[in-house]
């Protein structure tokens, strides 16, 4: 099993400047923690190349400063994704582990954030408008799920690979690792927190 949580790194303030200035230098809006994690999540997503990793290990895992470079798998964009937001004031980051009824394991990012989900829905509201302005691809309206737990933290999905936008459940849906309705979804199996934790999707969080 891969050390998930190993293969993060620190130091990595100067990526997200040059990610920031590099990609999102005609972005008028207001920075925040909210808007840079949903900057990062939309680069990772959108931007590095998709390299699968295949079984056996044909070749090393890549750490996250050569992945956003190269780009890699979906666990390897993960841990970048991580990684990043490990270096943001504002923002607490966990990779968790889902599986779906198939036994299809799956690695994501949540981040957490400390405000309301409604203000935050609005900042995402707004970061989303300003990109669809600049022609950013962008065609999906967001509802942006998110968890609830103990840590008074409001902790939005956050997946390179499957989630178009920060918060982005429905495409977990569709791949069968979350169930239930709109405002009651739950994981189909959460089998470990790298950062343990116990928490359930609620939202979206403009209907909450």
Known sequence: MVDYYGHLQSGMEPIVREILDSHFSGYDGEWTPVTVAAALHFYIYRKLPYERR????????????????TGGNCEEKTVTLASLYDSLRGVETRMLSVFNEAGDGHLLVEAGVDAKPVRVDDALDEFYRRLAERHDAFSDSHRSYYVTDDTELVWYVSDPEMSGYLGDAGSLSRQGFVSGRRLDWEWVDLREYIYPRVGRIDGPAAET
């Open 54 to 69: 295949h079984e056996g290990g044909t070749r090393p895992f890549r750490p996250p400063t050569e992945t956003w470079r």
